[in-house]
């Protein structure tokens, strides 16, 4: 074999890519089809169960108040206006703005917790009452430890950018993380659905 | 900050001082520290998938040896070698490593170590992350065993059923011990499902467009899909069995409307995609290895890819089968019997094609090419008798006998242990440099080929005259115990085979002849570098020029330049045509998987004892995390540095 010929010169090619074409967008992709399977397997079960009660919920127990719970999946969605401007910033590269956003997004991420941890009392049920109670926290809970985990990624992005340690890699880093932040509030949505409105409709 | 200019870039040189300084300057960069510390911080694909597979043969010969105990028990009527509880263990444990810690995970490290070798990229797509699935795989290997040798080892099944599994009918730790270890084992595959996924999908060389992808490697993607669905599901229900046990959830009590079912369920819909977790890339690697040894592609590369995704999506609608003796409506019962039956289809047109490949080509009957055919004869048994047991009425007759047990070591042996060797007989020189012998390679396959069918053959029979699984001992008036007589003595035949393929690895790791970098003459990219590989794996990224990259590779061999040597950089292409869109700056070494493992141990082992191990575990993952995520500077890199 005659020596090896370049038939491409890669050195043109920028380092920081954006959404599909950057390797953390397909981790993240990776990471949310293992967390949505986990919620859908949750609510899969809730459904399942539901089937050998006559009552849901059942005679006994209270149905969860729909105030605190509207107003949680309302927030988590309104949520989605700062991360958008926080995606925003890290595309145009504008550190300031992003510093800016970051903190918003943060202060937002803390309130999940607060309403979600509120949310809790409202569902008027402990997890050992009865199946009806398992199912019905084992879903709240699990969406709650993704808002949790969601919260400390954009803390870490926080504090690395308040204390000027941020490098250009971390734009699109932020652009996947929000990616990830659409992903956790929208897919609470038919989750609030089913432990909020369906057992009053039927 | 460097200037453009100033960025040492790999590039063809014609001065040879100035070519090996080059070389120097990239090994620097893509080398491990030395010593322990290096070996702890290691974020190198081929290290960390040479553990795995190393930890998880540690685990195959442990639980073989529990079924070597096992089949003495049962080779007479009415022994005493085991009681009743010992044996409960020692099948759970067996069945439970055999699945989790050995079949899984090695197909995943066989993916790991050969993916990036095989798209032609210098390591695998999140090293780090990569470094923390091996690390929590240890974990629950050393966990499991652990508990195994206390007398706290599982013991209701690796399928544990509730009620059984649950905490009126097991009290004390033991399918806790369980339940944990399955949830470890699955962060583990996650992780390497998303590292296999995104490195097939994103780091392919120049030229490997979505047609041209290596069978092996999207056998292997086609997996790691599968895992992402179903390990996600087993690692859900598993924690739900475990708040059962420890805060009195009631998913599987129906004393409060929980639901034995339930558990089946989302245990089958996770467990029957997992038979072809384990076999799909056991394909994937016959079709690897048939090119050389046939001396011609494979035979309808087309039909194979769309065979494999057609298996991956139909695996997940049959999981009923396994439950036709509970209270399953008949309409539901024969839609499962349709989809069981019509799984053989994709499998069927992959035999087909390969044996249309050897028909064709002019077959070598070395080492791997025996494993190859007898992984043909075997696995169409074990596929016919899957046949038989998907129809309804057939299947309640056999269920939870011998004959089940039959046909599912035929399909996992013969289907996927049986390439498996084949793949180690293969690949062995790639990764160590030197060759296995083949006068022992060909006694190891002959052992196995007859222990194998000494030992699970009579057991079909067993299974037909009633003998039921899971049953420690037996009267001697059932006249059970000539056949199972037999069957122990194969067993012992498996053992003396894979003794002498453990003799082989060990003389030709002191003696074996050197490989040079393509021993066998194949066609796929890792066996266009070194081997072993050098850490960078390639000095300069291939361009493939067509499907069998090796054979259609003209003499000048194309290849892509530029990229920097003096950071760990790797080049990303496009998802379909795999054209050339930037480069990627690889992480570095460091310890913080190991310290997040840690963290994670603290948690799951925790939570086996007390609730509030998930606030303690959770403190103790974070620091790992913290520490993982704070960004290590190269020089210059900090924004506000930069103005």
Not at chain 1, 31 to 47: D, H, R
Not at chain 1, 84 to 109: G, I, P
Not at chain 2, 60 to 85: K, T
Not at chain 2, 403 to 408: C, G, I, K, L, N
Request: proline letters at 7%; hydrophobic letters at 50%.
């Amino acid at each position: 074999m005659s020596a090896p010929r370049t038939v491409y010169d890669a050195s043109a090619l920028p380092e920081v890519v954006y959404g599909s074409k950057s390797l953390a967008f397909w981790g993240t992709l990776g990471f949310m089809v293992v967390e949505g399977t986990t919620l859908a397997i949750l609510a899969s079960s809730y459904v399942f169960l539901w089937s050998n009660f006559d009552r849901w919920p059942p005679a006994g127990t209270s149905p969860p108040s729909l105030l605190v719970p509207t107003i949680s999946m309302l927030f988590l969605l309104a949520s989605n206006l700062p991360a958008r401007q926080l995606a925003k910033a890290a595309r145009a590269k504008d550190l300031r703005a992003c510093k800016r956003w970051l903190v918003a997004c943060t202060l937002c991420s803390a309130g999940w917790i607060v309403l979600r941890l509120l949310e809790f009392r409202s569902l008027n049920t402990r997890w050992d009452d009865n199946a009806y109670g398992s199912a019905v926290w084992a879903l709240a809970f699990a969406h709650f430890t993704l808002l949790a985990v969601e919260m400390a990624e954009t803390l870490l992005f926080t504090l690395v950018f308040l204390t000027g340690h941020a490098e250009e890699k971390h734009f699109p880093d932020i652009v996947d993380d929000v990616v990830y932040w659409v992903f956790v509030t929208v897919v609470w949505v038919p989750c609030w659905f089913l432990l909020f409105v369906l057992p009053r409709l039927i | 900050m460097k200037r453009e200019a100033e960025v040492p870039r790999s590039a063809l040189h014609a001065d040879p001082a100035e070519d090996a300084r080059d070389l120097r300057r990239l090994e620097r960069t893509w080398s491990p520290e030395r010593g322990l510390w290096g070996w702890l911080t290691s974020v190198d694909h081929k290290s960390i998938a040479r553990r795995y597979v190393a930890t998880a043969l540690v685990s195959f010969v442990l639980a073989g040896i529990n079924a070597l105990v096992m089949r003495v028990q049962l080779a007479r009527p009415e022994s005493h070698v085991l009681g009743p509880d010992a044996y409960n263990q020692y099948f759970t444990t067996h069945g439970t490593a055999m699945m989790f810690l050995f079949a899984v995970p090695i197909m995943e490290a066989v993916g790991i170590y050969f993916v990036p070798l095989m798209v032609g990229t210098r390591n695998v797509a999140f090293p780090r992350l990569n470094a923390l699935g091996y690390w929590t795989f240890l974990v629950a290997t050393i966990f499991l065993w652990a508990s195994f040798y206390a007398n706290v080892g599982p013991d209701a099944g690796w399928t544990a059923y509730v009620p059984l599994s649950g905490p009126q009918f097991s009290p004390g730790k033991r399918v806790d011990t369980w339940a944990q270890m399955i949830t470890f084992t699955e962060v583990s595959a996650l992780i390497g499902a998303v590292e296999i996924i995104t490195t097939a999908f994103k780091q392919r060389a120049p030229g490997m467009s979505l047609n041209r992808i290596p069978l092996f490697v999207w056998a292997e993607v086609v997996t790691a899909f599968m895992i992402l669905f179903a390990m996600s599901t087993i690692a859900t229900a598993s924690m739900m069995l475990a708040m059962d046990r420890l805060i009195g959830t009631h998913f599987f009590n129906p004393a409060e409307g929980g639901d034995a079912l339930l558990w089946q369920h989302l245990f089958w819909f996770f467990g029957h995609p997992e038979v072809y977790i384990i076999f799909i890339p056991a394909t994937g690697m016959v079709s690897a290895m048939l090119p050389a040894f046939t001396r011609r592609p494979v035979f309808g590369y087309t039909a194979i890819v769309l065979s494999l995704i057609g298996t991956g999506f139909i695996g997940f609608g049959l999981w009923v089968h396994h439950m036709f003796a509970t209270a399953v409506p008949w309409l539901g019962s024969s839609f499962f019997t349709a989809s069981s039956v019509m799984i053989a289809v994709p499998s069927g047109i992959q035999v087909l094609c390969w044996i249309a490949t050897v028909w064709d080509g002019r077959p070598r009957l070395a080492t791997p090419m025996l494993f190859i055919l007898g992984f043909l004869v075997l696995f169409v048994i074990g596929g016919l008798t899957g046949v038989m047991i998907a129809s309804v009425p057939f299947d309640l007759q056999m269920h939870d006998t011998f004959f089940v047990v039959a046909h599912f070591h035929y399909v996992l042996i013969g289907g996927a242990v049986f390439p498996l060797f084949g793949a180690f007989y293969y690949w062995f020189p790639k990764v160590t440099g030197r060759m296995l012998g083949e006068r022992l390679g060909k006694w190891n396959f002959w052992l196995f080929f007859a222990g194998m069918n000494v030992t699970f053959f009579p057991m079909h029979f067993l299974g037909l005259l009633g003998m039921p699984r899971r049953v420690y001992t037996y009267s001697p008036d059932l006249g059970w115990g000539p056949l199972n007589m037999t069957a122990t003595v194969g067993a012992f035949v498996i053992a003396l085979s894979v003794l002498v393929f453990f003799a082989n690895v060990a003389r030709s790791l002191a003696r074996g002849a050197p490989a040079g970098d393509d021993p066998w003459g194949a066609d796929s990219l890792e066996w266009a570098t070194a081997s072993p590989p050098p850490p960078y794996n390639f000095r300069y990224p291939p361009v493939v020029q067509g499907r069998a990259a090796l054979w259609s590779r003209t003499p000048d061999a194309p290849v892509v330049t530029g990229l920097r040597t003096d950071k760990p950089e790797i080049l990303m292409t496009t998802l379909l045509d795999a054209e050339p869109e930037s480069r990627h700056v690889h992480p570095q070494p460091t310890i913080w998987p190991l310290v997040t493992a840690i963290g994670l141990s603290v948690l799951l082992l925790s939570l086996i004892y007390t609730p509030w191990g998930l606030i303690w575990g959770a403190a103790a993952v974070s620091i790992g995390l913290i520490g993982w995520g704070w960004p290590d500077h190269h020089r210059g890199a900090r924004l506000e540095e930069r103005g």
